[in-house]
């Protein structure tokens, strides 16, 4: 399982917009969870965001409820995470990872996790 994690312009200011993108390769998303952790300086992994196989369930942290939206793009192979409205808290290293819907499975516990992109860093400017 092969996840890469990338985002169009990685510093942006507060109030702003970006885009995060995660590509699955040697797998599809059909029969995966797949969810956004970030994790900021000297603090530890957490989860985002996620979305189910077949996209008709997401769930998100109240930290980013009601400004980031994600979105999954099953001909593309493809996980976007929108995040509008972004604060300085908001900066950290951006992962997606993936677990298998066979499964019992939390999509915020980082030990469940079956597969892991690199991550991706998000600055927000104040």
């Known amino acids: 399982l092969r996840l890469a994690a990338g985002v169009w312009g990685g510093l942006v200011q507060a109030g702003g917009s970006l885009r995060l993108s995660c590509v699955a390769s040697g797998f599809t998303f059909d029969n995966y969870v797949i969810t956004w952790f970030r994790q900021a300086p000297q603090k530890e992994r957490e989860g985002v965001s996620c979305i189910t196989s077949t996209g008709s369930k997401t769930y998100y942290s109240d930290s980013v409820k009601g400004r980031f939206t994600i979105s999954s793009d099953h001909a593309e192979n493809t996980v976007y995470l929108q995040m509008n409205n972004l604060k300085p808290e908001d900066t950290a290293v951006y992962y997606c990872?993936?677990?298998?819907?066979?499964?019992?499975?939390?999509?915020?516990?980082?030990?469940?996790?079956?597969?892991w992109g690199k991550g991706t860093l998000v600055t927000v400017s104040s």
């Open positions: 990872a993936a677990v298998s819907d066979s499964r019992q499975w939390d999509c915020f516990i980082v030990d469940d996790m079956d597969s």
